[in-house]
């Protein structure tokens, strides 16, 4: 049996619906990634979320809806005394920006235990972690979460790595460029956005954030462009440009990036050259971000 397992911290999200309503859902970063992975694997692949959840209704009420979502929940820890946390999406244009409430989620506290953290990576073929995984880590957690990693990656797990920027969730702008360096030489693969690599590293083309990472010893790297040409290096293939779908009505582009990821691994995982499966992860990101919320059912049929 193969393996999937996605880390990170899925929450509640409250998305617009219209006239001032909002729709309450559940989603992450990550999740998001594995909620998509879920539909693009074949059944026999076991797709695993880990992360801390609390004790408490709406907590309970999340495993339920990952759970229904075909998403494994045994790898998630339940914490007294803590809850989840949520989010609120504003919408201009498509474009989206994030209010959150996230000060006692559970998800914080992933790294606590390193055995149970050990535990839930033994056996995973692919696993995969963002930049906010690691941002709502306190500093020592955060090293102590990558070497999990490096450990399960020496096993022989693929980790994948989207740096996915928040900024207001790191203590620094130097902060974030360690934590993002350090969670990049744990991957085999990093899927940066240029804009972010471009502000955070100052990066002056695609060509400078791939040779960084490749320096930092990923073996492919996929840097995304909005509406402009995915760059993609693998270490075995060279680099190669691979142009956007068009898309002429954004109406959200929530998730856009995490169904992106889950397309691109998913292709990888079952055997498809890296050219193709990235394309394929194009086409999906480009119906995604045609609808509203991070979770879009309807485009599976």
């Not at 959150?100 to 056996?123: T, V």
Request: charge should be negative; proline fraction near 3%; hydrophobic fraction near 45%.
């Amino acid at each position: 049996m193969t393996a999937f397992l996605a880390l990170g911290e899925c929450m509640v999200e409250l998305s617009q619906a219209g006239d001032g309503l909002y729709k309450r859902g559940f989603a992450g970063d990550t999740f998001n990634t594995a909620w998509y992975a879920r539909r693009l694997l074949p059944e026999e692949w076991t797709v695993s979320y880990g992360t801390c959840v609390g004790e408490d209704a709406v907590s309970n009420e999340m495993l339920e809806f990952i759970s229904g979502e075909g998403v494994d929940v045994s790898t998630i820890r339940r914490i007294p005394d803590r809850t989840v946390g949520l989010y609120m999406i504003s919408l201009d244009n498509g474009e989206r920006s994030f209010s959150y409430w996230r000060g006692q989620s559970a998800a914080k506290l992933m790294a606590d235990d390193l055995g149970w953290l050990d535990g839930i990576l033994k056996g995973r073929e692919m696993i995969h972690f963002s930049g906010i995984t690691l941002a709502i880590l306190p500093p020592k957690q955060r090293e102590a979460f990558c070497g999990a990693l490096a450990r399960a990656r020496s096993k022989g797990a693929i980790v994948s790595f989207d740096t996915n920027l928040r900024p207001r969730l790191w203590e620094s702008p130097e902060a974030m460029r360690a934590g993002l360096t350090m969670g990049a030489r744990t991957a085999d693969i990093v899927l940066p956005s240029f804009d972010e690599e471009e502000e955070l590293f100052g990066d002056a083309n695609p060509s400078e954030t791939i040779e960084r990472y490749r320096k930092g010893g990923a073996d492919m790297v996929a840097v995304k462009q909005g509406g402009a040409a995915l760059h993609l290096w693998q270490r075995e293939a060279g680099q190669h440009e691979i142009a956007a779908e068009t898309v002429t009505n954004v109406v959200d582009t929530t998730a856009a990036g995490d169904s992106f990821a889950a397309g691109l691994l998913a292709g990888l995982a079952q055997g498809k050259a890296p050219q193709v499966a990235a394309a394929e992860a194009m086409r999906l990101a480009a119906k995604v971000i045609q609808a509203r919320g991070a979770l879009v059912p309807s485009i599976f049929g």
